[in-house]
């Protein structure tokens, strides 16, 4: 996975909840939930854990 280290708007470091986030919502939490709990308050922060899609397995399959 490929996962933004900064906010793209901000440039608040996000990458670091990334995991945690991850991991809270697979086990049911909600996402609201577990951004409030990590700290993750501004709009534009949480839109890059929400929006974070894993495709560096899909990306593997393919050599150049």
């Known amino acids: 996975m490929i996962v933004p280290v900064?906010?793209?708007s901000?440039?608040?470091v996000v990458g670091q909840f990334y995991e945690q986030f991850r991991?809270?919502?697979q086990q049911g939490e909600k996402a609201e939930k577990a951004l409030?709990?990590?700290g993750v308050k501004r709009y534009c922060c949480?839109?890059?854990l929400l929006t974070q899609i894993d495709i560096?397995?899909?990306i593997m399959k393919y050599k150049v």
């Open 6 to 8: 900064r906010c793209f």
């Open 10 to 12: 901000c440039g608040k």
């Open 23 to 25: 991991k809270r919502t």
């Open 36 to 38: 409030d709990d990590l």
């Open 46 to 48: 949480r839109r890059m």
């Open 56 to 58: 560096i397995d899909e």
